[in-house]
């Protein structure tokens, strides 16, 4: 059977997982085009397709609306902008290719990778730790409210979001969907090689204003890999 590399110009995800890590090159040439918005709603449904997800149509108001929101940048975000949003979504469904998830994880691991930083306003408030996460969880509740959530449901998306906050370490989890999302969250930023790393390095410096070196937020990037054990979710 032949294996398509592009779908309507989207990046085949079978092709994708069934060629890992060949199929790098292909990923990082997408994920490092910034000249085109991407098309989220599309990206989305082959995810769900590819996942064998059932009940697509269900979600398919709130996916709507998520991606049409993603792919904005009012703040001008120079990191936090649509192509991390879409390097952190196809990255999280790399990192699936052996795992088993229920249905619910599915939808979880979509939106969580998609609207992380929704609604992130670029530079940093120091002494408001979570004020970039509390605002995407404000934005994604109101979003999500009917379709999807229960207390216990929100508890998990709420504590997920809130630790992809990247100067506090969070917690070890047993929370596979948790570890996927801080992992995909980092690896945006290095998965493909020092100069692409340096280059998104360089991003996250002059966003939030930082008087740190592109090398040392580099080095941190590593750091928080290792923290979270990337090398194990591409192995397993």
Known sequence: MKQNIFEKNVPSLSYMKIRWPKSIF????YLTCVK????????CFCFLRDLQYKNI???RGILKTLSKKCSMNFTSNKYH??????SVLLISYILTKKKKINDFEKILLLILSL???MDHQGKRIIKKHYYQEEKT??????ILFKKLLSFKKWQRIKKIILNTFFLIKPADS???IEKIILSSDVASGILFGCDSGLKMASKLKHESNLSTSSIQLYKEFLKKLDERNLEFLLKN
């Open 26 to 29: 292909v990923i990082r040439k």
């Open 36 to 43: 085109k918005t991407p098309n989220f709603e599309r990206i």
């Open 57 to 59: 149509q269900l979600f």
């Open 81 to 86: 902008d649509q192509h991390h949003f879409k």
């Open 115 to 117: 609207a992380h930083d």
């Open 137 to 142: 969880l404000k934005a994604l509740q109101f």
């Open 174 to 176: 047993m929370d596979l």
